[in-house]
């Protein structure tokens, strides 16, 4: 892609992968502009989401982008705290992480998902008001809707090499699989 299609893709929205009942609703911060142009999620070639889930047993192969609608058919899906695509995540205001996360709280109430997992301390920490998060399991939780933090996959994210992401992510899938 050009940069010029790239900059006309800010601020466009990347719908959801959703059904009600979920096994794990994978939340990412926000859509980059490449996600945003192509309509697909975590769609950035440096963006390690997809060979995290794969690495992790998730999913029985790798994933690409735009076969993000199989994973409904493994109790997945996605949604991103704040809705708006931007270049990078410094570019959102706490106010958009903190309306996100009220957003984001009446969704996981409607779509009764087991699991929803925030790929981003950060993210979390803001839109949810939990300044001192860790990755893991949280103590919040969402209805019957348990909350684990997850890393966040971007390839700018240096202190989570890909073995480590997918150590975590499984944990998670760990957990998800026992009911």
């Known amino acids: 892609m050009t940069p010029e299609e790239l ?4 601020d466009r929205l990347v719908p959801d992968v959703v059904t ?15 996600s ?23 999913t029985p192969r790798q994933l690409r982008p735009a076969e993000q609608r199989e994973l409904l058919s493994y109790g997945l899906g996605i949604t991103n ?6 270049a990078r995540a410094d570019e959102l205001s706490d106010v958009e992480y903190r309306e ?14 087991r699991w929803l997992a925030v790929v981003g301390v950060t993210a979390y920490r803001v839109a949810f008001g939990e300044r001192h998060a860790q990755i893991g399991p949280q103590e919040r939780t969402i209805g019957g809707t348990r909350i ?16 480590r992401m997918a150590e975590e992510f499984g944990r998670l899938r760990a957990a998800a699989d026992e009911g």
């Open 7 to 10: 900059e006309a893709a800010r």
């Open 20 to 34: 009600d009942g979920l096994r794990v609703l994978f939340c990412g911060i926000n859509p980059g502009l490449m």
């Open 100 to 113: 996100g996360g009220r957003v984001l709280v009446e969704k996981v109430k409607l779509l009764e998902p």
């Open 36 to 58: 945003a142009a192509t309509g697909h999620h975590f769609a950035r070639p440096g963006n390690r989401f997809w060979p995290a889930l794969h690495a992790s047993g998730f």
């Open 148 to 163: 684990w933090v997850l890393p966040n996959p971007s390839g700018l994210n240096a202190h989570w090499p890909l073995p």
């Open 81 to 86: 705290v704040v809705a708006r695509a931007s």
